[in-house]
């Protein structure tokens, strides 16, 4: 323990030293930010039109994600009975209050990992989602929040700014300490980035200083000074925390939501997966993982915490939710966007990776056509149609749904049919796009 504790200021001395050395932010060797691409998502799938009918289903392999899910991200400070700063503290009677209230919306709190791996078309999250973040590493996020985040299950993510830990050049007597993080970790809670410092990150900017006697100076840094002072605060400080805690960081909250271009750039060549601003909206399937919003909740703004409920909580209320899936996840064939030499085909999708499909409830939809009598195999979780009348348009848009727990599913796809190889008279050619 002793040894553990003498090695640390040397280890973080090491760190920033190392950082000066080497301004080239470390090459990504981790995954950046990642959407599938369509060839992707129907690699190993469809088997292509020429192979109508063949006997095996076509296989899945991604699961088949909800993106209508909507999630809230919230961002809480201090935790303290007696309010002086309502800018950012919350009195734990409030707190607690609110982690009911998202109970009793019907919000599920996932964990950031979690939405960041339905983002990726990993995992499916519910409906309606919350996630908790803490910032900066306060003692009261580990002695007062993590008990209430226990009472309810609830996953969370902590946004530590390392100099700002015990210890570090600004970490003071309310801080957190590099032990109660490692709790923490054992038990399960998400730690990343919040920079070094806690500055503006933006060039040009007034940023303080602090030299190592523990004098502080105020000063705009620019040029190369700033560039080896933004890899300290962005690069830096994900190492460090990766090294103190032997964790994986892939997420970045910018203080105050400043940053640029520039400070992207950085930040997604250090291997940072997301970045977190506080601008709160609800995060949906298609939002830039380069800036996505969260809810600062304070003591002085409680409709903040209230209106970001009521965006998704009451959304779904009457009305029957259907849930979008991406045609692609469900290996359809002809695949969206193909073109077939064929007026009679064969149109086919496989529905296993959706869930449980009550097989009464599957229906397809073809343009000229309406509905049409489909087979549905629920061992394979394939639905088909063999087309029977010749197709009279250039282009044919397909709409499959069905009923999955309760809630019903809905993908739809166009192709186009090559009127040439067709044979048959199509009306006239729509203007190439
Ligand atoms: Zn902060």
New binding site residues.
């Given amino acids: 323990m002793t040894i553990r504790l003498a090695i640390l200021p040397l280890l973080l001395a090491l760190n920033f030293s190392m950082c000066k050395r080497n301004p080239s932010p470390t090459a990504s060797s981790e995954p950046a930010t990642s959407s599938p691409t369509p060839a992707e998502a129907t690699a190993g799938g469809s088997p292509g039109p020429g192979v109508a009918g063949a006997a095996s289903a076509p296989k899945i392999t991604k699961p088949v994600v909800d993106q209508t899910a909507q999630t809230l991200i919230f961002c809480y ?1 201090r935790l303290v009975d007696k309010i002086r700063y309502p800018g950012t503290e919350i009195t734990p009677t409030a707190f607690e209050a609110e982690m009911k209230q998202l109970k009793d919306a019907g919000i599920t709190v996932i964990s950031l990992q979690d939405l960041l791996a339905w983002k990726r078309g990993e995992k499916n999250i519910p409906p309606r989602c919350a996630v908790i973040t803490f ?2 590493g306060w003692k009261s996020q580990y002695e007062v929040a993590w008990p209430i985040m226990k009472k309810f299950g609830y996953p969370f993510t902590m ?1 530590i ?1 390392t100099e700002g830990v015990r210890g570090g050049s600004l970490g003071g007597g309310e801080a957190i300490t590099w032990e109660q993080l490692a709790d923490m970790r054992d038990n399960g809670v998400d730690i990343q980035a ?1 920079t070094a410092t ?1 500055q503006d990150l933006r060039e040009g900017h007034n940023i303080m200083l602090a030299a190592p006697g523990g004098k502080r100076t105020k000063t705009k840094l620019t040029g190369p000074q700033y560039e080896e002072w933004l890899q300290k605060e962005v690069v830096g400080c994900k190492q460090l925390l990766e090294q103190r805690l032997g964790i994986k960081v892939n997420c970045f ?1 910018v ?2 939501g400043s940053y640029n271009e520039h400070v992207k750039e950085i930040a997604r060549n250090a291997g940072y997966e997301a970045m977190f601003t506080v601008y709160g909206q609800p995060i949906t399937f298609t939002s830039p993982n380069d800036s996505l919003g969260r809810y600062a909740i304070e003591a002085n703004k409680p409709k903040v915490f209230v209106d970001a409920v009521k965006m998704i909580g009451t959304s779904s209320a009457g009305a029957t939710a259907v849930a979008e899936v991406g045609a692609t996840n469900l290996s359809t064939q002809p695949a969206d966007g193909d073109t077939v030499r064929t007026a009679l085909p064969l149109i086919k999708a496989n529905l296993s990776g959706v869930g449980a499909i009550e097989p009464g409830s599957v229906q397809m939809r073809v343009s000229g056509l309406g509905v049409v009598p489909v087979s549905y195999d629920p061992k394979t979780g394939t639905v088909s149609y063999q087309v029977t009348q010749k197709l009279r348009e250039n282009s044919c848009t397909v709409i499959v749904s069905a009923k999955s727990e309760g809630k019903k599913v809905e993908a739809h796809w166009t192709f186009g049919i090559d009127a040439a190889a067709a044979g048959a008279p199509v009306s006239a050619p729509t203007p190439k796009k």
């Fill in positions: 400070h910032d900066d946004f700014y919040h806690h909250a203080p105050f």
